[in-house]
């Protein structure tokens, strides 16, 4: 039985929208602007050129409750930031906690606020021919520039950290040795109590004095081994060092070089040489300037560029692809087409924490609908589209919502499926005059979630005992929803004052905000223009199709 077109246009509708989404994440899709589908083709032997530019904007971004929206530097702000922003200082946090035999505990450099916003300005040059009356070919060529104005900031008002001493910005050059002899001495002190333990010294075997022997060199080996981690000191060559240590003033500070008295004292008393040294502990706080620079000195992990605002001006995805009609009256008209999206935009860059590219670096493959139905007044558009991601290889950090900022040793070739794409839209309009029509618009937008997996199942290594990101964590929260709502203006005028037709020349606006979203997505508002001119190449016919 032959389809109808009804049936065709809703063949087409279900493969767009009906299947589900793999799995996805780029914050480029929600500054892509849904704009006016009048579903024309173009006549035999006409050239289209148009010009299409379009401007995003977004500074927050919308979270787990529908509407609820929190700002787009929330992931590196924080109250109290410690090891939420940098991994690397875990294990120094671990080692304290142990010291302290609090398990609550936590490094503290102050409050750390980051203000961004991100936009996206795309001027796409597009080209499309009518190759015969059904069949339209088209190639778009986007020059794109994306900006993400940012600034940190450090309020170490409530600090309680600063400088581990050994850090090479602490400028102590004193502190490598003080803190080795201290942990040599600590690790003498165990090495003579324990030979005692084995000469029959302290009542042994099976005395109190014994045992409280055994659980001092216990203690003296466990404190060497925290200070050791604390420090940094012994690490294997090119391990990065941890940036921070407690104030010698705080309660944490103050704490240590109190364990460190206390398990001299009890060393001197079973016989063993007294802890002679220092350990050293930074005397101030950490300023913005220690943050950054610890971000971007090799010496501690990162070698991360400045946090400040990033701007690239690059080409973006080149897009090829065609049209076919469904249906091509004047009043009621429909296509169908598809679109191979090609990688030749500039990815986001891992030596920055934040920034846009200007391309989502993989291929994409784009089948959708227009339809339009136009009376006298009214009029009635629609369009549906659904994006394959295709599988890619890149190298990027392995950085999650929990881990913002990650270290150089997180930068790992992965593979990568970003989610797939479907995007609906209606725009209901009204006819002002013969050639001006003015409509609403509501655009729904979804992608599936990312995934991403290490070559030859590998896993992240471990970093000064940071728990490494999983794929299950990168891909938390890269599925998202939204709904946008706006309107513009459509103008198109192919009618000389004596009623002929001509080749027409179309312009128009359009502005569209996110008015809800699931966690993560951007609230962004966009604004989008096109000017379009015709000229016939050859052949001839009604320049109205």
């Not at 045992?211 to 925290?226: F, P, T, W």
């Not at 929990?402 to 609906?424: H, M, N, S, Y």
């Not at 940071?466 to 891909?475: I, L, N, Q, Y």
């Not at 929260?477 to 709904?483: D, G, H, K, M």
Request: hydrophobic share 40%; glycine share 8%.
């Amino acid at each position: 039985m032959k389809p109808t077109l009804a049936s065709s246009l809703w063949i087409i509708a279900s493969l767009a929208v009906a299947a589900e989404p793999s799995r996805a994440q780029f914050p480029q899709w929600s500054t892509f602007p849904s704009p006016y589908p009048d579903a024309r083709l173009l006549p035999r032997g006409v050239l289209r050129l148009s010009f299409l530019p379009s401007y995003a904007n977004y500074a927050e971004l919308f979270t787990a409750e529908p509407a609820v929206t929190r700002p787009l530097g929330a992931d590196l702000s924080a109250d109290t930031a410690g090891s939420n922003l940098l991994v690397t200082v875990r294990d120094a946090e671990s080692a304290i906690r142990s010291i302290l035999a609090d398990s609550t505990y936590r490094l503290n450099f102050g409050a750390a606020r980051a203000e961004l916003n991100a936009d996206v300005r795309r001027f796409p040059l597009e080209a499309q021919l009518g190759l015969t009356g059904w069949l339209t070919l088209s190639v778009r060529v986007p020059i794109v520039k994306t900006r993400v104005q940012g600034s940190f900031r450090l309020d170490s008002t409530s600090a309680q950290a600063g400088w581990n001493q050994v850090a090479p910005d602490a400028g102590n050059a004193q502190a490598r040795a003080q803190i080795e002899a201290v942990i040599l001495q600590l690790e003498q002190g165990a090495a003579t109590v324990e030979d005692g333990i084995r000469g029959g010294n302290y009542g042994c075997p099976g005395s109190q004095q014994c045992i409280e022997a055994q659980q001092l060199v216990d203690r003296a080996r466990k404190l060497a081994g925290d200070l050791r981690r604390l420090s940094g000191v012994g690490l294997p060559a090119g391990s990065a060092i941890p940036p921070v240590a407690p104030l010698a003033s705080s309660p944490a500070g103050q704490a240590i070089l109190q364990e460190i008295a206390q398990v001299s004292a009890l060393l001197q008393s079973f016989g063993a040489p007294a802890i002679t040294g220092t350990y050293p502990l930074p005397t101030a706080p950490w300023r913005t300037e220690d943050f950054t620079k610890t971000l971007q000195a090799a010496a501690y992990g990162y070698e991360l560029l400045p946090l400040r605002t990033v701007e690239l001006s690059r080409l973006g995805d080149v897009e090829a692809g065609f049209t076919v009609g469904l249906l091509r009256g004047e009043r009621l008209r429909a296509s169908a087409g598809a679109t191979l999206r090609l990688p030749t935009g500039t990815n986001q860059s891992p030596s920055h924490a934040f920034d846009l590219g200007t391309g989502d670096g993989q291929t994409d493959i784009e089948i959708g609908i227009d339809a339009a139905a136009e009376s006298s007044r009214l009029a009635l558009a629609f369009s549906a589209r659904r994006i394959w991601q295709l599988p890619d290889r890149v190298t990027m950090r392995w950085a999650t919502a929990e881990q913002p900022i990650a270290p150089l040793a997180f930068l790992l070739d992965t593979e990568r499926d970003l989610g797939d794409v479907v995007q609906l839209s209606v725009h209901p309009g009204i006819r002002l005059n013969e050639a001006i029509r003015a409509y609403a618009s509501a655009y729904y937008f979804r992608k599936g979630e990312d995934s991403f997996s290490l070559p030859g199942g590998q896993t992240p290594p471990a970093v000064l005992g940071a728990s490494p990101p999983t794929a299950e964590r990168m891909s938390r929260a890269t599925a998202w929803r939204a709904l946008y709502l706006g309107g513009g203006i459509y103008y198109r005028q192919d009618r000389r004052a004596n009623g002929t037709r001509t080749l027409p020349i179309e312009a128009g606006l359009s502005y569209q905000a996110a008015f809800s979203g699931t966690e993560r997505t951007p609230k962004s508002t966009m604004l989008h223009l096109y000017l379009r001119l015709y000229y016939r190449l050859w052949g001839t016919g009604s320049p109205a199709n």
